[in-house]
């Protein structure tokens, strides 16, 4: 029986999309840079003038420049000399698109190069010397260009690593991914049942289950969430469970709870609150 293929790279894409949803970052997948179709996993621009508040994975902390693209190699792939040279032949392209001109091109300090991997690069670093810039992250000077690499696997356990650490095949770092890599956009629980189906599919027993990830990553989604979106959507006997149940909710004054109502609904609801059911 055929084996399914993993997607591992529009999955790791995906995660770092959903990391900076609500950032001044914006993130494009698959960015095709030729004629010929040939995609860069991940392409991060970050607006220089605005302040990115939010504290990123080793490697790209304290890095990013305007323009940020990104080879990502998960435990499948390998990243070799080949892989570094697409990535360099990416941000040639690439730079052409986005300067006035070929004529006029911008200046090469607003792009950076990025290598992701799950794993570390044996083979590069048997080739090449690569540079430890701090643990897990490393450097390789490729002709007049610098290339960062990050090494998921050897990343220490910290709260902006988490992302990283999902897509290592550590056990104990998928654990620790799980319990805090924060999800920042509603629509990311779906990727995180689909990631962890992955793994299943390639025989990895996980130390936990994708629902309780899904639940937790729910709940700390909802903890950030503002009153209107937590009370969107419920009827008006739901609103008053959820005020009596929720400690969040303590000190919500009754305007903030029915402004997501209609009308009809808000008037219930204030009859509810006059005379409350037996809880």
Not at 44 to 73: C, M, Q, S, W
Not at 171 to 192: A, D, M, N
């Amino acid at each position: 029986m055929k084996q399914e293929q993993i997607d591992w790279h529009r999955r790791f894409g995906l995660m770092v999309q959903d990391f900076f949803t609500g950032t001044p970052c914006e993130v494009e997948l698959e960015r095709d840079l030729s004629v010929k179709s040939q995609f860069l996993d991940v392409l991060i621009i970050h607006k220089p003038d605005v302040v990115l508040d939010r504290a990123l994975p080793d490697g790209l902390e304290g890095h990013l420049a305007e323009y940020n693209l990104i080879t990502f190699k998960s435990h499948q792939d390998t990243l070799n000399a080949d892989a570094i040279d697409e990535l360099l032949g990416h941000s040639v392209n690439y730079r052409k698109q986005v300067s006035p001109s070929f004529d006029d091109l911008l200046p090469k300090c607003q792009f950076r190069l990025f290598a992701i991997c799950a794993r570390y690069p044996e083979g590069l670093a048997a080739e090449v010397p690569l540079t430890e810039v701090q643990t897990g992250v490393y450097e390789v000077l490729w002709g007049v260009t610098t290339i960062r690499i990050i090494v998921a696997s050897r990343l220490p356990e910290s709260e902006p690593n988490a992302l990283l650490h999902l897509f290592s095949r550590s056990k104990s770092l998928l654990e620790y991914g799980r319990q805090h890599c924060r999800i920042w956009s509603p629509q990311t629980s779906t990727l995180v049942a689909d990631l962890f189906a992955g793994y299943h599919v390639e025989g990895l027993t996980m130390p936990y289950t994708m629902e309780e990830f899904i639940r937790q990553a729910e709940e700390r989604l909802m903890q950030r969430a503002t009153v209107a979106t937590r009370l969107k959507g419920l009827t008006p006997e739901e609103v008053l469970q959820t005020f009596r149940v929720d400690q969040r909710l303590q000190g919500v004054s009754p305007e903030q709870m029915v402004e997501t109502l209609t009308p009809e609904a808000r008037e219930k609801l204030r009859k509810l609150l006059d005379n409350p059911p037996p809880a």
